[in-house]
């Protein structure tokens, strides 16, 4: 059944190659066709003579509705399409393994958190959320991070998002959320944006918000890839060890390379340029060898301590911060193959948050609860039959046996008579495991109280995270959080909504409603917010969230600050970075040769940009440009490089190379020039703004190694130090 796409399955010989008969060769199980290297059929295996012409009467003549190979041909086609995800449509993913580094024996009993000696495979499915299957990876957008391990007891997949919280606390509201953000209904506009008056005008309904807006308002909305993102389980789990105790537990998934973001305007630029930017960068990185990693974190807390703090651990606006519940680092993931089909793989992978291991429950977390709903419901919409989970990617690796029979496309043969319990038959049916043997056990949590439609008190707290989000955050993030929200705002249309986004922002912090309120032209807010939530949040909400105007930091166990919310604490290196090498006939060849090796030592690509693509004239040999100012731009670099050389004083001639510098300039990367290219950067740039401390390095000289050196430490930095970054490019 399960076929390693790797080893191709048997495939029928042509009778070309062995000189034998196809019906000689028919193989005794059911060939599934992996590659297209056998001879051409049709679906049911009848060789086809001709594939490039339809069959007519005569030459010139009508096409013949016997034509049942052009018929199927067609059909299939017509019928390639099946519906794109509602939510998370554009995705692109790899496969890889997971290692534990301890076994968390105290804690659970699931075997993919208690066996280091184990390998887990993984298929990890990276996602925008608003944007349909073909829009730009670069959207403002919070990134869904959703890993499926196929483990011996079953897949657990931890279907999570590169955000800590979420938009809302109930998954009541998911639908009017979603139907908010996505284009409005009757002009299908904007694409993948949330700059529009309808997710503005819920989101300014929903005080609950404000937390996931001050995330998605950061640059944490603007991953620099898929490989500098962390994940969030998001909602609280929990553990259950063989004594059938429970811990509550949250999922980090935390990059080896550190959290790094891109800017808003190189994002916009990004999307005209490559829309596929970052499902390139991660199948650019596996191809080479360069493997995604991420660490496993977990943060713990006793069943006693559920209420111990001033968030309710059930409520999925709030993060537990890390200053109070440290986050513990028990294995890694590394992503180390590209998937052979996207349809196959991608596009049909299948996750669930039902998918979980004995060992592992659920909170009551009400959006949870409400997913666990929504998931096997949106796949039987989405991939039309039950048996999705016999496809290939979605099939556990570890047996399947149950009573359950049948549907649209069965692929599993099941023999004998029994397809029922209790049997006697045919050696009966599969027998239930014992919980001692491993069977899934439920916790036992007590549940009591009136059936009710009301939020607790406890999730009452809208602004007392937000805050701790902005106190956090350095004075450059503080900067593109207040562009963030005056742009967005400034494509609302409709006043009222703009003004009631003020009067919460308001209430997070004073300095940002005011700036904010400075580029929409309106007052700075009162503090008042004027229109209430609807429904049963409005008490919960007139009890803490509305009637705190004080700039306190509530709900957040009492930190103030926590460096593990802003990036600006991130490890940075050249690793994983791409940098752009200008040419010219008459280059420096050696020198651009020395810059490439220390580029790839430390873990960086440097990419060869000239004028034409191919032979570059340098001066010690021929260099090979890869891109030309065509095809390619500056946003896609983390750094751009001008070498010296006789000949690159033509540079300044190119206007691209100087739209090269200066964006690069704008966008807080590192930028160097040697030698003849000095000029070229010098004229590029404000004045002033040659400042090695602000990672703009030049040299005169024609020795480079220095410079060099200097600039490949500088490559993954970004500088924001520069005053003048509004005045160029
Ligand atoms: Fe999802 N979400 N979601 N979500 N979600 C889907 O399932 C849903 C939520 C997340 O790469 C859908 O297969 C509800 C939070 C990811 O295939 C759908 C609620 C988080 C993916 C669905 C939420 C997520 C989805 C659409 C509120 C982060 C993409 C297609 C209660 C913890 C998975 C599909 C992939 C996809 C429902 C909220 C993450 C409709 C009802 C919170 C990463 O079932």
Known sequence: MQQDNHKPGPTIPSEGQNGQSLANKIPAEHPMMTDNRSPLTTNVGQPVADDQNSLRAGERGPTLLEDYILREKLQHFDHERIPERIVHARGAAAHGYFELYESLSDLTTATVLTDTSA???????????????????????????????????????????????????????????IHAAKPEPDREIPQAATAHDTFWDFISLTPESMHMIMWIMSDRSLPRSFGMMEGFGVHTFRLINAQGKSTFVKFHWKPVLGVHSLVWDEAQHIAGKDADFHRREMWDSIKAGNFLEWELGIQTLTEDEEQKYDFDILDATKIWPEELLPVRRIGKMTLNRNPDNYFAETEQVAFNTTNLVPGIDFSN??????????????????????????????????????????????????????????????????????????????????????????????????????????????????????????????????????????????????????????????????????????????????????????????????????????????????????????????????????????????????????????????????????????????????????????????????????????????????????????????NSLPEGAIDANAGVLTQTGQNAQATIEQFVKAVGKRYWQRSLVETVA
Request: charged content about 20%; some cysteine; glycine content about 10%.
């Open 365 to 682: 977390d009400p959006l949870l609860q409400g997913r666990n709903f929504s998931y096997l419901d949106t796949q039987l919409s989405r991939l039309g039959s039950p048996n999705f989970t016999e496809l290939p990617i979605n099939r556990p690796r570890c047996p399947v046996s149950n009573n359950q029979r049948d549907a649209q496309m069965r692929h599993t043969i099941d023999k004998g008579r029994v397809s029922y319990a209790p049997a006697s038959l045919d050696g009966h049916s599969p027998d239930e495991a014992t919980p001692a043997g491993g069977g899934f056990v439920s916790y036992p949590a007590a549940v009591n109280g009136p059936k009710v439609r009301a939020r607790s008190e406890s999730f009452g707290d809208h602004y007392g995270q937000a805050k701790l989000f902005w106190n956090s955050m350095s004075g450059p993030e503080k900067e593109h959080i207040v562009k963030a929200l005056q742009f967005e705002l400034s494509m609302v249309e409709t006043r009222a909504v703009r003004q009631r986004m003020l009067e919460h922002l308001h209430k997070i912090n004073e300095v940002l409603a005011g700036q904010v309120a400075a580029a929409l032209g309106e007052p700075t807010s009162n503090g008042q917010v004027s229109a209430k939530p609807r429904g049963t949040a409005d008490s919960v909400v007139g009890a803490q969230g509305l009637a705190d105007a004080t700039s306190e930091t509530t709900a957040s166990g009492g930190v103030q600050r926590s460096d593990a919310l802003s990036m600006a604490h991130q490890p940075t290196s050249a690793k994983g970075r791409k940098v752009a090498i200008l040419v010219t006939d008459g280059v420096d060849s050696q020198q651009v040769n020395a810059l490439k090796e220390a580029l790839s030592q430390a873990g960086a690509q440097g990419e060869l940009v000239g004028p034409h693509l191919g032979d570059i004239d340098g001066k010690g040999g021929k260099l090979a440009a890869q891109k030309t100012y065509a095809n390619t731009s500056s946003v896609l670099y983390d750094a751009v490089y001008a070498p010296g050389g006789s000949g690159m004083s033509e540079l300044a001639r190119q206007g691209d190379a100087h739209v090269f510098l200066a964006q690069a300039y704008k966008h807080g990367k590192p930028v160097a020039a040697i030698g003849e290219s000095v000029a070229l950067l010098k």
């Open 119 to 177: 390998q887990t495979p993984v298929f990890v499915r990276f996602s925008t959320v608003a944007g349909s299957r073909g829009s730009a990876d670069t959207a403002r957008d919070v990134r869904g991070f959703a890993v499926k391990m196929y483990t011996p007891e079953g897949n657990w997949d931890i279907v999570g998002n590169n955000i800590p919280v979420f938009f809302i606390q109930d998954a009541i509201k998911f639908p009017d959320l």
